[in-house]
């Protein structure tokens, strides 16, 4: 059916004017992206010149030539790569800071628009999915984010969300670093037995949490924990793991030290994040369950870049320059495991970073492909939403991203993404 020959134009017109409205509006957003080089992310192979079809919010079909009567988007110089997905985020970070004090002087609804602003900035970089790693703030924000953007009130990709930080008083997720002698703070993700853990767990699904996130460890940010010692016990992480796979929900551990990695994976917990720590016993563990491993490499290089400069407590600084000398030992162990292991950024500092752990996954080890695909195919099995996301293929989401060169020959290139597609929609319009 040409535009071209009139007769068919008549055709079109009448059937077009005997279906129902919304039919309509659906096949008038039929358009084809020509990508000058397509990646399937799962084989490595690129496609030359590929024409994929969009019908609506998905892929209808990928084909070599332009189909016709479809109004066409010309990205044949650029390469098309799935959208992309950043398994550790924190949405309502504020990059400018990392004073320990920021979040006792930042309200809830400061805290959600200054999520607003972020989630632009993912989205400019090609992620048109995160997953929040917990959150501060007992109201949840992040929550009201994510139903934003699926209800259409706001931009953003799409979201997946743990609810608060799972801890033990003076754990890594303890925000209040007040004296003793001050007020405390109300602190309901604060957990030190087996039934506290049962409590925080259950408030957090109760109130809209997709993802359980346990404190296994100390941590580096903050200024009072050990990030080498295990903090949830064995039963506590156990039970987190029953109450949250009980009701659907995974379960993602901050774990740095080596004893708090393994506690956590012998618990059952879907995934370690950090792993700054990782030793052979604990890799050939999480091989054989399948434990999956977000790495975030940058962030801990790129704080000791920035270092006290956005108020970094000294004590916080001290310890991000100890733990970084284990991440590059840590994270071959990963790859000599073939561990799971998928794409995360968790810097406060959600700028130019979120791209930047792909430089980090290919330094560290990986070839430029496995970057590609644990910010991609792996991050969307992590998340479960590899039956929307993950690849470019007929009935998923049409989330494409082109990026300027190869980025299978230099990783760098999806630092400078150059147009963003989330479902079907131009989220970030070509600058030529
Ligand atoms: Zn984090």
Not at 119 to 138: K, M, N, S
Not at 245 to 269: L, S
Request: some cysteine; charged content about 20%; glycine content about 10%.
């Amino acid at each position: 059916m040409s535009p071209k020959n009139p007769l068919s134009l008549l055709l079109a017109f009448s059937v077009i004017a005997s279906i129902p409205l919304c039919a309509q509006t659906s096949s008038s957003k039929e358009l084809a992206v020509h990508a000058g080089r397509m990646i399937d992310v799962g084989s490595g192979e690129v496609m030359k010149d590929a024409y994929i079809v969009i019908a609506g919010d998905r892929i209808k079909s990928i084909g070599a030539s332009a189909p016709a009567g479809d109004s066409v988007i010309d990205m044949s110089k650029y390469t098309i790569v799935p959208g992309l997905i950043d398994c550790h985020a924190h949405i309502l970070s504020d990059p400018t800071t990392q004073t320990p004090g920021h979040y006792l002087m930042t309200s809830a609804p400061q805290a959600t628009v200054r999520g607003v602003a972020n989630l632009q900035i993912w989205l400019a970089h090609g992620f048109t999915a995160v997953r929040d790693a917990g959150e501060e703030y007992p109201s949840y924000p992040q929550f009201a984010l994510r139903d934003g953007v699926a209800k259409g009130l706001i931009t953003g990709p799409r979201i997946v969300a743990a609810g608060s930080f799972v801890s033990v008083t003076g754990g890594h997720g303890d925000g209040d670093i007040l004296s003793p002698d001050k007020p405390s703070l109300e602190q309901p993700n604060t957990a030190d037995t087996v039934d506290d853990v049962n409590r925080v767990v259950r408030r957090d699904i109760k109130y809209g949490a997709d993802w359980i996130k346990l404190m296994a460890t100390g941590g580096v940010m903050d200024p009072i924990s050990d990030y080498r010692v295990q903090e949830l016990s064995d039963a506590q992480m156990a039970r987190a793991v029953e109450v949250a796979h009980r009701a659907g929900r995974k379960v993602m551990a901050h774990a740095e030290g080596t004893v708090g990695i393994k506690a956590a994976v012998r618990a059952g917990v879907d995934s370690i994040e950090h792993g700054t720590m990782l030793d052979d016993e604990g890799a050939q563990m999480m091989a054989e369950r399948g434990t999956w491993l977000v790495p975030t490499l940058y962030c801990f290089q790129h704080d000791l870049e920035t270092g006290l400069s956005k108020g970094r407590d000294p004590r916080s600084m001290a310890k991000g320059i100890a733990i970084v000398k284990e991440q590059g030992p840590a994270f071959q162990r990963a790859l000599k495991y073939h561990l799971k292991i998928a794409y995360g950024v968790d810097d406060a500092d959600v700028d130019e970073s979120v791209s930047k752990e792909f430089g980090a996954l290919v330094r560290g080890g990986m070839t430029p492909l496995q970057a590609l695909q644990a910010a991609t195919i792996n991050g969307a099995t992590l998340l479960s939403l590899d039956k929307d996301m993950g690849t470019i293929e007929p009935g998923k989401y049409a989330d494409l991203v082109a990026v300027p060169g190869d980025p299978l020959a230099d990783i760098t290139v999806m630092e400078h993404v150059a147009w963003v597609m989330k479902g079907g929609v131009v989220v970030k319009p070509l600058v030529q």
